[in-house]
């Protein structure tokens, strides 16, 4: 009953405020209610969204009432309409020519050259980078090539994870030279096994010989007249790589030693640590001896011998800027002559199965 007569007494009250009200103030209130039903006829799931169209709104209509009375008419608090009309005012004198505090920014051009000195250079901290800018030119703190090098993931302590084998084997191509034997099928299905030899640094492939019966002392003795046909040239290299068939023998390594070379024998199932070779035997399969039948010895050493001709004068390489191995520089031609395709001549060679192209004379 108490409960009751509390209700009814202050629904009384609520009439009389009413009644008493001004016109405006009851206008306004009924805005509110209506602008709040748009809010929540909107609402998907959950709490009402308010956007800033509805904030902008009810922070102008609360202009018309007092203070006091706004937990009364408003559904959010009168803390929630002071942050929202100060977020308004905050974004009314937001330039967007203003500047962030503090020193510049590094420009792109720098950060972009500090990251390539990091990753040419495996060995070089970041103060050793930061001297190599000032020599430069960009005088920069040894503190910001430390971020620089933090934000694109590389360390910038002097001894990082080591050279990559791409690395290591880039900086000692000129000084390396590998062998692997190449296994071919003939039509009477013999089989006929062809030692190559190629050199790193040139990517230079040489035949050492093909035989059907290959034996430890034919293995040497093809060692041997690699050496002679290399000349003077075996005075740069210092390493040898082979993987362990048994035909390279001790007497074949000791080829090789003897001229001040280091023999190295890849592990088992790595094919990956004599990579060079197994991919310049790839190219002899893919180009040429899986397009072509072999009847005999003889034959494969003519074929093969006529493909190194044009592998090593006149096929590209990306290792070597696409010039071939016996080329040193690219021949520099302009590029206006390239109007008149007439002018290129097409050469077949390997039996017409692969094409040269030269300009015309």
Not at 262 to 269: M, S
């Amino acid at each position: 009953m108490l409960s009751l007569v509390y209700r009814l007494v202050g629904g009384l009250f609520c009439l009389l405020m009413v009644l008493v009200r001004a016109d405006l103030s009851k206008d306004v209130e009924l805005l509110v209610l209506r602008h709040e039903n748009q809010v929540v006829r909107r609402r998907v799931g959950g709490r009402p969204r308010w956007d800033h169209a509805d904030r902008l709104w009810l922070t102008a209509l609360s202009r018309l009432f007092h203070r006091c009375r706004w937990a009364e008419v408003f559904p959010v608090t009168p803390a929630t309409i002071l942050r929202w009309h100060r977020h308004l005012v905050a974004r009314k004198w937001t330039f967007t020519d203003r500047r962030r505090p503090g020193r510049p920014g590094t420009r792109r051009p720098v950060k972009a050259l500090v990251v390539r000195m990091a990753r040419e250079n495996p060995t070089w901290g970041h103060r050793r980078i930061r001297g190599e800018l000032a020599r430069l030119g960009y005088p920069i703190a040894a503190s910001t090539v430390w971020e620089i090098l933090h934000a694109a993931g590389i360390s910038p302590a002097p001894r990082r994870a080591g050279p990559t084998w791409r690395q290591f084997l880039t900086a000692q191509a000129h000084a390396i030279i590998a062998c692997d034997f190449l296994v071919v099928e003939t039509v009477l299905l013999k089989r006929l096994y062809v030692l190559v030899f190629i050199e790193h640094g040139t990517r230079r492939l040489h035949l050492a010989g093909v035989t059907a019966h290959p034996t430890g002392a034919w293995t040497v003795q093809q060692a041997r007249n690699l050496i002679m046909d290399l000349g003077e040239r075996i005075a740069g290299l210092r390493f040898v790589i082979h993987d362990r068939d048994p035909l390279f023998t001790s007497m074949f390594r000791e080829v090789f030693t003897s001229e001040g070379l280091r023999d190295i024998t890849t592990l088992l199932r790595t094919p990956r640590m004599n990579a060079i070779c197994e991919r310049g035997i790839g190219t002899l399969r893919r180009e040429l001896l899986d397009r072509i039948l072999i009847l005999k010895e003889r034959h494969l050493a003519r074929v093969l011998q006529e493909y190194l001709v044009h592998y090593n004068g006149h096929r590209p390489h990306q290792s070597r800027c696409q010039r071939p191995p016996d080329i040193a520089t690219q021949p520099s031609r302009d590029v206006t002559e390239l109007d008149d395709l007439r002018s290129i001549r097409r050469k077949p060679v390997v039996a017409g199965m692969i094409g040269e192209y030269h300009h015309a004379a």
